[in-house]
């Protein structure tokens, strides 16, 4: 007998939502869900919307129309009960300055009974030596670390964590790479700002791409590097007068050359074709190698940043 997987519980539904500051639409009709146990992200460029999602999903902005249910809530109607439910770092955030990284963490513990230990958190995010350090005191990466740990003290259901990673070294970024994954494999859905395409791409189980308020797509990361970025990158060197008769290969798109190098896009079976030509022309070709397309290509194809830039 066949034993079907059951359904992803779904912990967000937004149908329709539009938020417009003045004269600008912030989000404009945007649609998605979520499901327990993801890493979702949302990813943009500056002023697509992100933000201003990830707040209205909180309660921490009124939309003007559409449905937002979070965990069963409407976080216009429901905000306090939601927010004992989930975490927030917030993209822009501060705290007195004297205040200390322990008592920071201490009071907003204490605003949650059965919450997290925060002294784990503190452990957890590399903050002990900091410990008796003030808030005015800490590097931004510190401050930033300081934002999630201060997220999860309420052992959350959900957590928002817009561009948790920025400004934090290599090492902090890979260790809190390792976090989220913990944090979602002990059942807490994660919703992933970020700017960071290696990041969005090991990280997130699915990715939703927004530009001027609209959501252009949502995918897996591999389905929207399928379905979205173009086709492979042959590379290589050569000292070939000409190699224009490499466009009229089947399967090819483009052929440029810079000096030496040559770069062919196409798709499909595109590098036997063009190895096979290479030989039956008797060029043997320098560095040959294959560029597989990356999430960054299909993320500036969908926003169209490629050819503005
Ligand atoms: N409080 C506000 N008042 C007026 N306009 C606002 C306000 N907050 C955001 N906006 C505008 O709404 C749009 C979306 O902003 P939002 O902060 O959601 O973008 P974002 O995708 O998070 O950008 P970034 O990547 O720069 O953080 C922008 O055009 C922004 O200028
Ligand atoms: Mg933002």
Same mark, same amino acid.
């Given at each position: @007998?066949?034993?079907?997987?059951?359904?992803?519980?779904?912990?967000?539904?937004?149908?329709?939502?539009?938020?417009?500051?003045?004269?600008? +639409?912030?989000?404009?009709?945007?649609?998605?869900?979520?499901?327990? $146990?993801? /890493?979702?992200?949302?990813?943009?460029?500056?002023?697509?919307?992100?933000?201003?999602?990830?707040?209205? %999903?909180?309660?921490? =902005?009124?939309?003007?129309?559409?449905?937002?249910?979070?965990? !069963?809530?409407?976080? =216009? &109607?429901?905000?306090?009960?939601?927010? &004992?439910?989930? !975490? $927030?770092?917030?993209?822009?955030?501060?705290?007195?300055?004297?205040?200390?990284?322990?008592?920071?963490?201490?009071?907003?513990?204490?605003? /949650?009974?059965?919450?997290?230990?925060?002294?784990?958190? @503190?452990?957890?995010?590399?903050?002990?030596?900091?410990?008796?350090?003030?808030?005015?005191?800490?590097?931004? *990466?510190?401050?930033?670390?300081?934002?999630?740990?201060?997220?999860?003290?309420?052992?959350?259901?959900?957590?928002?964590?817009?561009? @948790?990673?920025?400004?934090?070294?290599?090492?902090?970024?890979?260790? #809190?790479?390792?976090?989220?994954?913990?944090?979602?494999? =002990?059942?807490?859905?994660? +919703?992933?700002?970020?700017?960071? @395409?290696?990041?969005?791409?090991?990280?997130?189980?699915?990715?939703?791409?927004?530009?001027? *308020?609209?959501?252009? #797509? /949502?995918?897996?990361?591999?389905? %929207?590097?399928?379905?979205?970025?173009?086709?492979?990158?042959?590379?290589?060197?050569?000292?070939?007068?000409?190699?224009?008769?490499?466009?009229?290969?089947?399967?090819?798109?483009? +052929?440029?050359?810079?000096?030496? &190098?040559?770069?062919?896009?196409?798709?499909?079976?595109?590098?036997?074709?063009?190895?096979?030509?290479?030989?039956?022309?008797? /060029?043997?070709?320098?560095?040959?190698?294959?560029?597989?397309?990356?999430?960054?290509?299909?993320?500036?194809?969908?926003?169209?940043?490629?050819?503005?830039?």
């Amino acid at each position: @007998m066949e034993v079907r997987a059951p359904a992803p519980e779904v912990v967000i539904a937004v149908e329709g939502l539009l938020k417009v500051y003045g004269d600008t +639409v912030a989000v404009d009709n945007a649609s998605f869900t979520v499901a327990r $146990g993801e /890493i979702f992200g949302l990813l943009g460029p500056n002023g697509a919307g992100k933000t201003t999602t990830v707040e209205c %999903l909180q309660g921490l =902005r009124i939309a003007e129309r559409g449905s937002i249910n979070v965990l !069963g809530f409407d976080p =216009r &109607r429901h905000a306090t009960a939601l927010r &004992r439910r989930i !975490g $927030g770092q917030l993209q822009q955030s501060a705290l007195p300055e004297h205040m200390r990284v322990w008592e920071a963490l201490d009071l907003f513990s204490s605003f /949650i009974p059965g919450g997290h230990d925060w002294r784990v958190l @503190m452990r957890q995010w590399d903050l002990e030596s900091k410990r008796k350090a003030t808030f005015h005191s800490l590097s931004g *990466g510190q401050r930033q670390r300081l934002f999630v740990a201060l997220a999860l003290v309420n052992d959350p259901q959900i957590v928002f964590l817009d561009e @948790m990673t920025t400004g934090l070294d290599p090492a902090a970024r890979r260790l #809190a790479w390792e976090l989220i994954r913990e944090i979602r494999d =002990r059942g807490t859905t994660v +919703v992933l700002v970020t700017h960071f @395409m290696d990041e969005a791409e090991k990280l997130c189980d699915r990715i939703a791409v927004m530009e001027g *308020g609209r959501i252009v #797509a /949502i995918d897996t990361p591999r389905g %929207l590097i399928e379905n979205h970025a173009c086709g492979v990158c042959i590379a290589f060197t050569t000292d070939a007068d000409d190699v224009s008769w490499i466009g009229g290969i089947g399967c090819v798109d483009s +052929v440029q050359r810079h000096g030496r &190098r040559v770069e062919v896009e196409g798709s499909g079976p595109v590098l036997v074709l063009v190895a096979a030509a290479l030989v039956e022309h008797g /060029i043997v070709p320098e560095d040959l190698h294959l560029e597989q397309p990356t999430l960054e290509d299909a993320y500036l194809h969908l926003t169209g940043h490629a050819q503005r830039d």
